[in-house]
């Protein structure tokens, strides 16, 4: 975060290092990625392959599955810098 520029998130990040899948509405992983960050109400997602990413991500939710914690989430897209994706839970 820059200097002098104030904190929108409502709930405090944790940084990390896991390894997530992207999921179409069948569940079924349609690309990997990294969680940089989650929180309560999010998460931050790095794609090595940004390429890859289906361009519907934006326009629609999708499910976030975390196999190292067995969990995932319905997520819809925030804001993004082309490899990096900011995604709020929405379930």
């Known amino acids: 975060m820059n200097q002098g520029q ?3 998130r409502s709930s405090a990040r944790v940084r990390t290092r896991l390894t997530g899948r992207v999921a179409g509405e069948d569940h ?3 690309v990997d990625c ?4 989650l929180s309560a109400t999010g998460a931050r997602l790095v794609f090595p392959d940004p390429a890859a990413i ?3 991500f934006d326009a629609l939710e999708f ?16 804001w993004t810098t082309g490899d990096v994706y900011g995604v709020m839970f929405t379930h």
């Open 28 to 30: 079924v992983p349609i």
């Open 6 to 8: 104030p904190e929108r």
């Open 63 to 78: 499910s976030l599955q975390i196999p190292e914690q067995g969990a995932s989430a319905r997520v819809r897209l925030i």
């Open 34 to 37: 990294l969680l940089w960050d």
């Open 54 to 56: 289906p361009l519907e």
